[in-house]
């Protein structure tokens, strides 16, 4: 069993090196070591970086990176060996995608998706109320979520049970996001931003809790979700977005239709993709280990990368000197503060 030493860096906070679909894949032929990334002597021994978009440590690795990534950003294969994300795209073997709704931690969703929703709700699923949302913040958002949902509230009143725009007198948001949407007929599935590929665990996770998801964001979902059992608002006004919600809403007999047909195109879908990723995985970790690279390291594009080191170092150090300052400052107003109450 060949022995391959690899290490995450700038990840989610909730990210668990042991448990992963990455890990469980390698884990399966390779004898897996996991390097600690947080204590700097152990830089030398990663052999394979899997980083992602949390920070820029990786910059300090010079083994073979790859960059996974959640969010809507395209790898910069310059600074990577390999990626995985959400872009269409061919580049050779450098890249896979692997949209966020089939990663591990989404498993659960993703198996109720693919059961029957009319099971999922129970009896007079059309009963239930209007529609609600879970969104956790508009932080760099696109603002068609943020006017799709008060323009669709002057209709009905949208529950919102999220962080965002919360009217539920929960402005921490709900504890457990399916068991809240089940009461609804539909729920807002949309994407903080409207992109080809960038379809995350929104859509999936309307159809795990039984709803009729009104989605926006991925012109290309179609090509694996089946249209005919949500609401697809891309390409149409917000205008003409809740007109549709309407149509379905006001007529039963439509909306048990889309209730009762199956989420994706392809019931095999996953488990497809999952031997696609192994066998992507396996000829980079199979293969002699200079001849697994792939970015340039040496020219024009060494220089680059040092000189992107240097800058991002530099500016982590003026925001610590920042902070210390401020620190520093607080501490000079507090002392002078407790002097004048002595006195």
């Known amino acids: 069993m060949k022995k391959i030493r690899i290490g995450y860096t700038d990840v989610y906070p909730d990210f668990t090196p042991t448990d992963n ?7 399966q032929k390779y004898d897996v070591e996991i390097i600690d990334t947080t204590v700097p002597e152990n830089r030398g021994k990663v052999e394979y970086l899997f980083y992602s978009a949390c920070g820029n440590r990786y910059l300090d690795y010079h083994c073979i990176r790859i960059f996974v990534t959640g969010e809507n950003l395209c790898p910069n294969f310059n600074l990577c060996d390999y990626a995985l994300g959400f872009e269409h795209m061919d580049f050779g073997d450098r890249f896979f995608r692997l949209p966020i709704y089939f990663w591990k931690q989404y498993r659960e969703d993703f198996d109720l998706m693919m059961q029957n929703r009319l099971k999922i709700v129970g009896e007079r699923p059309e009963k239930r109320d209007f ?6 913040n ?17 209709y009905k009143q949208v529950a919102s049970g999220g962080r965002a725009y919360n009217n539920i007198g929960k402005p921490d948001g709900v504890e457990n996001k399916r068991e809240f949407l089940n009461g609804y007929k539909f729920s807002i599935a949309f994407e903080n931003s409207f992109y080809p590929g960038y379809c995350t665990e929104k859509l999936m996770q309307a159809f795990s809790a039984g709803n009729v998801p009104v989605y926006w964001g991925d012109e290309t979902a179609v090509e694996q979700f089946n249209e005919k059992a949500f609401i697809n608002c891309c390409g149409l006004t917000i205008k003409e977005a809740v007109a549709k919600v309407k149509e379905v809403d006001e007529n039963d007999e439509l909306y048990l239709k889309m209730l009762s047909e199956p989420a994706l195109l392809d019931n095999k879908l996953l488990v497809n993709t999952e031997k696609e990723l192994t066998t992507w995985l396996y ?3 199979d293969a002699d280990y200079d001849k697994a690279r ?14 992107l080191s240097k800058i991002i170092h530099r500016d982590e150090k003026l925001r610590s000197n920042k902070v210390t300052l401020a620190i520093g400052r607080f501490i000079i107003s507090l002392n002078k503060a407790i002097r004048k109450i002595k006195r």
Request: glycine letters at 4%; a neutral charge; hydrophobic letters at 45%.
């Open 21 to 27: 679909v990455i890990y469980n894949i390698l884990k």
């Open 131 to 136: 529609c609600g949302i879970v969104a956790t």
């Open 138 to 154: 508009n932080t760099f958002a696109d603002p068609m979520r943020e006017n799709f949902f008060y323009a669709l509230s002057e």
């Open 283 to 285: 000829n980079i970790f």
């Open 294 to 307: 792939r970015r340039p390291v040496n020219g024009k594009m060494a220089a680059y990368e040092e000189n």
